[in-house]
């Protein structure tokens, strides 16, 4: 197996790629393959990593032109084809460098963020417009006695937005982060809704407004590759159609190059 790797170092300033050789053991992860680069070739490979187990969200990178975490995907699977992923393309990730994927893994950083080096990039844009929306729980009264109490129905609902653990795969996979800065993107977004949605917050309106912007709820053209990338299922694109049929019901007109 050949791992193919995006490579750059700001000294120079020119990106290249490199080609490691590796044995895959049973079980192998694209994280232990990048550890055995490390280890056996090239000790200045940088990329990161922290909890190992799918929680952290450190990992991510971009596989054979998807955005993955590289500590739960498999190299068997990639090798044989059964974790392929078609997504609509987008600037950064569309353009096609060289590899088979019968015996090579195209490894690189995750798009639309700037490489700091190799595939470490510079996550503050995505912070930034992630800590833009307030994403902060402002509850509608003040603290009870003990807990504030919900129903198991609107707990299972909220779950699928809490699962997100910013990762930024879905902000790397999609096509108007790509050609639109100002996006807030897909994270921010389905983490707005969250706290929207959530009945222990107060019902003002002002979580939908924070985003009633052609760069918030409107910008999105549901090209679904957010839903498809993400590793623990958060559906954007659903919270961000929710939201935009909310303010239509409310007169809301559509805005926006997302605009139904």
């Known amino acids: 197996m050949i791992l193919r790797i995006f490579r750059y170092d700001p000294a120079t300033g020119t990106p290249r790629y490199d080609d490691f050789e590796i044995d895959p053991d049973p079980g192998m992860t694209v994280l232990a393959a990048l550890f055995a680069v490390q280890e056996q070739y ?13 929680v952290c969200g450190t990992c991510a990178v971009l596989v054979n032109k998807v955005p993955r975490l590289a500590c739960r995907t498999q190299v068997q699977a990639l090798l044989d084809g059964t974790d392929e992923m078609t997504l609509v393309p987008s600037p950064g990730s569309a353009e096609t460098h ?5 015996r090579e893994i195209l490894i690189e950083p995750l798009p639309h963020l700037p490489v700091i080096r190799d595939l470490v990039v510079d996550w503050d ?6 800590r833009a929306l307030g994403p902060v729980f402002r509850p509608k009264d003040s603290p009870p006695e003990n807990e504030r109490l919900m129903e198991p129905g609107a707990v299972h609902a909220l779950e699928a937005y ?9 902000y790397g996979a999609c096509p108007v982060d790509g ?7 897909p994270a921010a ?3 707005l809704y969250r706290f929207h949605s959530d009945p222990r917050e107060a019902r003002d309106g002002s979580r939908l407004a924070a985003a009633d912007s052609p760069e918030g ?3 999105c053209e549901f090209h679904t590759n957010c839903r498809r990338v ?3 299922g958060v559906p954007p694109d659903i919270a961000i159609g929710k939201a935009r049929q909310e303010l239509q019901r409310g007169g809301r007109k559509p805005s926006g190059p997302g605009r139904p």
């Open 42 to 54: 090239d000790d200045s490979l940088a990329f990161r990593y922290s909890c190992r187990g799918a």
């Open 98 to 102: 060289p590899f088979d994927p019968a």
């Open 125 to 130: 844009e995505f912070f930034e417009k992630y």
């Open 162 to 170: 809490t699962n997100c653990i910013l990762c930024a795969a879905c």
């Open 179 to 185: 050609k639109d800065p100002a996006y807030s993107g």
């Open 189 to 191: 977004l389905a983490k």
């Open 217 to 219: 709820w409107w910008a």
């Open 230 to 232: 993400c590793p623990k």
